[in-house]
């Protein structure tokens, strides 16, 4: 198949696109390379530097007619999107819509695979979330990624085209950018690798769910084998607080090197967790990676870059 992978430059973006590639199928990748990398570009993809939200976009859809499109191109930045709604807005939703239309227009789309989120979706509720709790976002970037699913619900029940909305927990792997508010393994890793003390926000107790990236990759690929239409959690249901993490990071550094306390964040969640149960009923998919394996495999990515 033809699959037009947006963010395909980035984390979680290019491990999809690899594994598109492994199973043969003839993958373009566009990205604006404003968080995403050259290097992470797999070179037996198709590559085009443009913003989702351009018209250049929407004219490589209609013209390149693909089979699938797999969408992780997004602004992330949850702080961002609180201090600039419209940015948020303008990146996250009125880019999907740019995307959509021309997946309208083009006539060949029989699938697109939406990167959601499962954190920043269902609010302060008891966790673990599942898929039938209300959706509540408490950020301008959750709602953007629940606008986006709805949209995608008119696009398939106007134009038959189905979707399927993956809402991930916290994603960590290689390649994972240590530059943003995001990240925690990362951001560990590279204060580690620079021999700098890391900051935990709070009292480090505050819990989330930790997916490896290739388990990630595997749920994109089940997706797009799959005829299942909706929202699916993909998590392992595991809480983990950030001081834990930090204490399964800093074993693999030869150092006495003890993290700092900083202010908590205004506003941020203390606990989060996602039920994957649907996903494994549905799509055949279930977390295969412990995040002692998973980190273990982030730390020596990190090491030798």
Same mark, same amino acid.
């Given at each position: 198949?033809?699959?037009? *992978? %947006?963010? @395909? ?6 491990? =999809? ?6 199973? @043969? ?16 570009? &797999? ?18 859809? *209609? ?26 807005? /303008? ?19 029989? /699938?697109?695979?939406?990167?959601? %989120? ?9 966790? $673990? ?5 209300? $959706? ?25 085209? $189905? ?10 792997? $290689? ?7 995001? @990240? ?28 490896? =990236? ?5 749920? &994109? ?14 998590? %392992? ?5 950030? &001081? ?17 306390? @900083? ?6 969640? /203390? ?12 799509? &055949? ?12 495999? %982030? =730390? ?6």
């Amino acid at each position: 198949m033809k699959i037009i *992978v %947006t963010g @395909g430059a980035g984390f979680i973006g290019s491990h =999809v696109a690899d594994t598109f590639i492994n199973e @043969g199928h003839d993958v373009i990748i566009v990205d604006n390379l404003i968080t995403g990398k050259k290097e992470n570009i &797999n070179p037996k993809a198709t590559f085009h530097q443009m913003d989702i939200g351009s018209q250049d976009f929407y004219d490589l859809i *209609v013209s390149e007619k693909p089979d699938v499109i797999d969408h992780h191109a997004a602004h992330i930045h949850v702080g961002k999107s609180v201090e600039d709604p419209g940015f948020d807005a /303008k990146n996250n939703i009125m880019a999907t819509i740019n995307m959509m239309q021309a997946a309208k227009e083009a006539g060949s789309v029989k /699938k697109v695979i939406f990167a959601s %989120t499962g954190g920043a979706m269902y609010g302060n509720k008891q966790t $673990p979330f599942d898929e039938s709790m209300m $959706p509540q976002p408490l950020s301008p970037y959750g709602i953007s990624k629940r606008s986006a699913e709805l949209y995608f619900y008119f696009y398939f029940n106007q134009f038959q085209i $189905p979707f399927t909305a993956l809402r991930y927990a916290n994603v960590y792997g $290689p390649r994972q950018n240590p530059h943003g508010e995001a @990240g925690v393994i990362s951001i560990f890793l590279e204060k580690l690798n620079q021999g700098e003390t890391p900051v935990i926000f709070g009292d480090g107790t505050q819990t989330r769910d930790y997916v490896f =990236v290739g388990d990630v990759a595997k749920a &994109n690929l089940l997706a797009l084998n799959s005829d299942q239409v909706g929202e699916f959690n993909i998590g %392992t249901t595991i809480e983990t607080d950030v &001081n834990q993490i930090y204490s399964l990071v800093v074993k693999y550094y030869e150092t006495d090197i003890k993290a700092e306390h @900083g202010p908590a964040r205004p506003g941020e969640q /203390k606990t989060s967790s996602l039920n994957y149960q649907k996903a494994k009923n549905d799509l &055949n998919w279930e977390p295969s990676v412990s995040l002692e394996e998973g980190i273990e495999k %982030t =730390v020596k990515h990190f090491k030798s870059a």
